[in-house]
């Protein structure tokens, strides 16, 4: 019994040892998400375009009228809907219902330009006859069958607080949206190839139209990447973006940048420092974020000891990670340390599932699992196969087997418990503030004790069982030989 006593005290030693260290990594949310600069910008955030993961925010889910900006999502679905090479006729109402003062390139009633043309002249001088000529077009000739259109795509893309009526941005109570949902639009656009060209460039010239004798010049008012009206704001990771301004609206701008991988969405509302906002909250992203690719450092899912195939392994792997995955992480922070869910909301014949990463309770990227053709049991991530792969399953007596194999070295029953003991414990440490470390700290200590002292007193119990039990086994002896002696006739 010493000896049993003896070992269950070292694996509970090296169990309250594991407790105690794993969930560190429920303190990361703590410590390890980076606080942002201030901004004059009433509302604000930022995105990484590719994991969707949110970096900053202030005040983001706030309505507030949008101004120009709004034409990223006009000349989207323009993208999606017609081709560059179209001709787009400006009718009456294109020319005449834009405020005068407004943002225009002084198009005529008939005038004929290509979509291309349009475009370019709508996300560089912001034109707003031109926006309302491209919306008339892409609705048949119907401008609220566009508007419609526009509503029925920020739906699409997960927008909440969205309403627009108009296809420029121009002045109306009812058209609001937020930076939370700009940014949305903005990612769904910036995967547009031919709409990255397009905020990208700096100049382009409108030939002679049948109403215009001469060339029209464009050029991009974004000053982060335009010298147009000056070299202070260029910014040397700047891709494009969109500006935005009415009186009511205040400035608005949307920027892109990429760096090092990064690609980022910046959106500021309400403000007139928008430049200084948006470099300073770049910085301060680049600063103190950076990209992982998943494939290259995820090593949880491989099987390195087993000779047969793997899932993620170098021999005959039927499952690969998705090679251009990518997950966001703070500076300083491991891969090691993200939290995973299998998802197989989207599974078809090549995705298996999806790895969905998180860190510090933020969703930091996926991952697809694509399958390779090999054939192999697909563990967790669909059903098993055999060689030639036909569906096959595990017997009921394999599973058994397996299962009284676990049992009989007690490994699997140890593992079950000081699993459900850490899950416990992780749970407990979630539902107290946040803010108080050393409390989880001494929580850790004198669950750890509880379960040193539960664990003693099983042990102890057991003892007085095995003595009792002990104890009969000698009574039962006596009187079994005590029997056999009467019956041989002794005294």
């Avoid at 323009?78 to 109402?93: G, I, K, Y």
């Avoid at 198009?107 to 491209?134: F, H, K, P, W």
């Avoid at 049991?377 to 676990?406: H, I, K, N, R």
């Avoid at 946040?434 to 850790?444: A, E, P, T």
Wanted: glycine fraction near 6%; charge should be negative; proline fraction near 2%.
């Amino acid at each position: 019994m010493k000896t049993i006593w003896k070992r269950m005290t070292a694996v509970l030693a090296a169990a309250i040892l594991v407790i105690t260290l794993v969930p560190a990594a429920a303190f990361a949310d703590e410590v390890s998400w980076p606080s942002g600069p201030e901004v004059e910008a009433e509302s604000a955030i930022v995105i990484e375009a590719t994991t969707g993961t949110v970096l900053y925010e202030k005040d983001a889910d706030t309505q507030r009228y949008p101004a120009s900006i709004t034409k990223i999502l006009t000349t989207l679905l323009a993208l999606e809907n017609s081709s560059l090479d179209e001709v787009v006729t400006f009718s009456e109402d294109a020319v005449y219902k834009n405020e005068g003062d407004s943002s225009h390139i002084a198009r005529d009633i008939g005038e004929e330009m290509t979509m291309e043309q349009c475009l370019y002249a709508v996300m560089l001088e912001s034109a707003n006859e031109c926006a309302y000529a491209v919306a008339e077009h892409v609705g048949g000739g119907d401008y609220q069958t566009f508007i419609d259109m526009m509503n029925e795509k920020v739906t699409e893309l997960g927008c909440t607080n969205t309403n627009f009526t108009n296809a420029n941005g121009l002045p109306d109570e009812d058209h609001v949206t937020t930076c939370r949902d700009m940014a949305l639009i903005a990612q769904a656009a910036i995967q547009n190839s031919t709409f990255r060209q397009i905020i990208g460039t700096t100049s382009y010239t409108i030939p002679p139209t049948n109403k215009h004798d001469e060339e029209t010049p464009l050029n991009n008012h974004h000053r982060m990447i335009s010298s147009y009206k000056g070299t202070k704001y260029l910014y040397e990771y700047c891709l494009g973006g969109k500006t935005g301004y009415t009186v009511a609206a205040g400035n608005t701008l949307v920027t892109y940048a990429e760096k090092d991988g990064m690609l980022l969405i910046c959106v500021v509302m309400k403000t007139t420092a928008q430049y200084d906002d948006t470099i300073s909250l770049f910085d301060y992203c680049f600063e103190n974020y950076s990209m992982y690719n998943v494939s290259e450092s995820e090593t949880r899912y491989e099987d390195s000891e087993s000779g047969s195939s793997t899932l993620f392994g170098e021999s005959e792997a039927f499952a690969v990670l998705d090679s251009e995955a990518e997950i966001i992480l703070p500076v300083g922070a491991d891969f090691s340390d993200t939290e995973v869910e299998v998802s197989y909301d989207n599974v078809s014949d090549s995705v298996l599932g999806t790895l969905i990463y998180s860190y510090g309770g933020k969703q930091v990227g996926t991952a697809d699992v694509v399958a390779t053709g090999a054939s192999g049991v697909l563990y967790e991530f669909g059903e098993a196969t055999d060689s030639a792969g036909s569906e096959a399953e595990f017997s009921s007596s394999e599973a058994e087997e397996e299962s009284d194999a676990s049992a009989g070295d007690g490994t699997g029953t140890a593992e079950t418990f000081f699993e459900k003991i850490r899950t416990f414990l992780s749970g407990l440490m979630d539902k107290l503030p946040g803010d108080y470390l050393i409390v989880k700290i001494v929580v850790i200590a004198a669950a750890a004790v509880a379960v040193f002292f539960l664990i003693r007193a099983i042990c102890f119990r057991i003892r007085r069982i095995r003595r009792r039990k002990q104890s009969r086994d000698r009574r039962y002896k006596v009187i079994k030989n005590n029997r056999k002696w009467n019956r041989r006739g002794g005294r």
